[in-house]
């Protein structure tokens, strides 16, 4: 297992989560982190990204500003905090590793190379 997601759980609308992802150290120390999500019926869709160097952040417009992504290089670890809940945040999240990938290809499904087994994540109205 490269990926390893966990954190997910049911929430009550405004709430908060703090979803995780450990990756080996081959992966984690040169690749661009991130998570997706894909709710029923929906294709995935990128939720935030952060570059493996430089520590830059990226974010789908739906999120910003209510998530936070943070990587713990010494744990190789990337964070996902997510506040303020919505109902239509709820899917099943989904860690990913890229590497190389360029700034106009981040948000982009087939640019990342490993993918977490998936968390789910629901928010109750």
């Known amino acids: 297992v490269q990926l390893q997601a966990s954190g997910g759980g049911l929430v009550q609308a405004g709430g908060s989560l703090r979803l995780s992802c450990t990756a080996s150290?081959?992966?984690?120390?040169?690749?661009?982190m991130g998570w997706f999500r894909q709710s029923p019926g929906k294709e995935r869709e990128f939720v935030a990204a952060?570059?493996?160097?430089?520590?830059?952040?990226y974010y789908a417009d739906s999120v910003k500003g209510r998530f936070t992504i943070s990587r713990d290089n010494a744990k190789n670890t990337v964070n996902l905090q997510m506040n303020s809940l919505k109902p239509e945040d709820t899917a099943v999240y989904y860690c990913?590793?890229?590497?190389?990938?360029?700034?106009?290809?981040?948000?982009?499904?087939?640019?990342?190379?490993?993918w977490g087994q998936g968390t789910q994540v629901t928010v109750s109205s």
């Open positions: 150290a081959r992966i984690f120390n040169r690749y661009t």
């Open positions: 990913v590793a890229a590497y190389g990938v360029i700034l106009s290809r981040i948000r982009v499904v087939e640019a990342y190379d490993y």
């Open positions: 952060i570059a493996w160097n430089s520590g830059h952040t």
